[in-house]
């Protein structure tokens, strides 16, 4: 018997007066102890149609349909009875663990919680619960580290901590809403194996949300594809990868086989060096967490903790070089001292044969010529545009600061976005009226508009659902074969540097461990952490079984 029948669902907001339909005839049924995989791109519906199932939405919403868990259609239930239900039956994983976890209560008593909101506990039943769920979801010492609070976790660990509090009621369905999204490879890899275990071990249905189709492989035994707020293919995963019905699904697999597999290597021929960062060391000073108790006080000092150690490396004109590693390996601090943005303790970097980097010297002191020769793309798209302004006045903004005329920069602007491949109408859009991936090309043309030599991206993909990567990752190929410029292309997907990458470093805490032409490094990796990295690559156990 399924844990949870959706059936005919459909979902519309109101915005100024009119219903603007956003999921329509979604069906679909999660049964004990199986993963019911749903993907898509990013606003295909996935998230709505559970938030809607479970009464989530707001009250702009109107949802029609049903959604029947334990004979109880959730859509009709009332607010008492879907409270009653929500962590004790039916558990829920989100996205962003730093948003879900309350900053100042510490993970023990965030995790009592869920257990307490749906019934007394006696305080040292309570403890033992909490502990053997941190245990359960491998928080190592647990005992030490119930009473941290979530600032003193890494992204992983936080996650962890959501899924306890997720199961922290034996619930009979989970739903994890892109629950490994902007984690590294080994990091997703050990929540997927800790959720397929959790499966297994209690034989919970499990939901799980993802806009990646490599990641889905690991863990579904079937698979829902949705596009426009409905379903467009929806079968057992075998079938779904090994044979799709969808032209549409069969589009998502072929953009993940390009980035799946390295890109055909350039020519070998000998380039002259744009870049050189010779014997780059970066430390930063450490304090201890800030004291609560109604006031925050300032903590002492407790030292100094390396992060980067003897970086040397060069990037030749017109060459695409992938910097990877785990969360805290150092990569966006060598992306940050590259483009400026901080300053080594030791070491320099040159471009071509000025050193414009050392240990004195930061972006405050680059002449015009290096900033403008070095440009950088940030990872978040909605961070790194002024919501306040429109387009026109962001891709202006260098051709002003570069001393041309105002007319002049509104063409130029103009003639930018359609490079980018963006409408020309864009222009009078704020960043809030475009998607993730706009945001991102916008970015992109304000680094370029100047024809920088040398573009840092970091992580420029990583939010990305993959058809939008996949058109990311082209743009950025075109604009280094159009005007030559290089690009320090820093990630934790591997994936992606292989589609796009004609060399590779690898960090790991602060030290090149391997570098070398991307093809030869992932198809014959010399270092065990290179190895260890390209293994926990989600899909790689599906491509080889079923030859994806």
Do not use: W
Request: proline letters at 5%; glycine letters at 10%.
């Amino acid at each position: 018997m399924a844990v949870l029948t959706v059936e005919n669902l459909a979902v519309s907001f109101s915005q100024r007066g009119e219903q603007a339909e956003a999921v329509r005839g979604v069906s679909f049924s999660v049964e004990p102890g199986r993963t019911l995989g749903i993907v898509g791109e990013s606003g295909s519906g996935k998230s709505v149609s559970l938030l809607a199932a479970t009464g989530l939405l707001g009250p702009d919403a109107l949802v029609r349909g049903r959604a029947v868990h334990q004979g109880i259609d959730l859509i009709a239930a009332d607010r008492a009875y879907l409270r009653s239900i929500r962590g004790k039956e039916i558990g829920f994983v989100f996205q962003d663990p730093q948003s879900n976890l309350h900053p100042l209560i510490p993970i023990g008593r965030q995790i009592g919680e869920a257990i307490t909101a749906h019934g007394r506990v006696q305080r040292a039943q309570l403890r033992a619960r909490v502990l053997e769920l941190l245990d359960e979801v491998e928080i190592p010492r647990a005992a030490d580290r119930i009473d941290d609070h979530p600032v003193h976790l890494s992204g992983g660990m936080r996650q962890r901590v959501m899924i306890a509090i997720a199961i922290a009621c034996n619930p009979g369905l989970v739903i994890a809403d892109e629950p490994t999204t902007a984690l590294d490879v080994t990091v997703q890899a050990s929540i997927l194996s800790l959720l397929e275990r959790l499966r297994r071990d209690h034989g919970t249905a499990l939901v799980f949300v993802s806009h990646d189709l490599a990641v889905v492989s690991d863990i579904a035994d079937d698979v829902l594809v949705m596009r426009d707020g409905a379903i467009v293919e929806a079968d057992s995963a075998r079938s779904v990868y090994t044979a799709p019905k969808s032209a549409y699904t069969r589009s998502l697999l072929a953009a993940h086989r390009t980035l799946g597999r390295p890109s055909a290597e350039r020519s070998n021929q000998e380039r002259s060096a744009l870049l050189r960062v010779t014997g780059v060391t970066k430390s930063f000073r450490t304090r201890a967490a800030p004291l609560l108790g109604g006031v925050f006080r300032r903590s002492a000092s407790l030292g100094i903790a390396p992060v980067l150690n003897g970086i040397d490396f060069e990037i030749g004109a017109g060459e695409i070089v992938g910097l990877v590693g785990e969360s805290g390996s150092g990569k966006s601090t060598i992306g940050r001292i590259v483009a400026g943005l901080d300053r080594p303790d030791a070491g320099t970097v040159s471009l071509g044969a000025k050193t414009y980097i050392t240990p004195g010297s930061g972006r405050a002191e680059l002449d015009a010529e290096v900033r403008r020769s070095v440009q950088v793309v940030f990872q978040d798209p909605y961070g790194s545009l002024n919501p306040r302004r429109r387009i026109s006045e962001i891709l202006a903004a260098p051709y002003r600061l570069a001393g041309h005329p105002r007319e002049q920069s509104r063409h130029e602007a103009e003639a930018l976005i359609t490079r980018v491949g963006l409408p020309a109408d864009f222009l009078h859009r704020y960043p809030g009226q475009l998607s993730g991936g706009q945001r991102q090309r916008v970015a992109i043309a304000r680094a370029v508009a100047l024809g920088p030599a040398l573009v840092v991206a970091d992580e420029p993909a990583s939010a990305l659902d993959v058809t939008t990567q996949d058109h990311i990752l082209a743009l950025l190929r075109n604009l280094r074969d159009e005007s030559g410029t290089s690009l320090l292309f820093i990630s934790h997907d591997l994936g992606v540097v292989a589609a796009i990458c004609d060399r590779v470093l690898v960090l790991r805490e602060g030290v090149i461990v391997e570098q070398g032409p991307t093809g030869t490094v992932f198809a014959a990796p010399r270092h065990d952490y290179t190895r260890l990295l390209l293994e926990s690559v989600p899909g790689r156990r599906r491509r080889e079984a079923v030859d994806v």
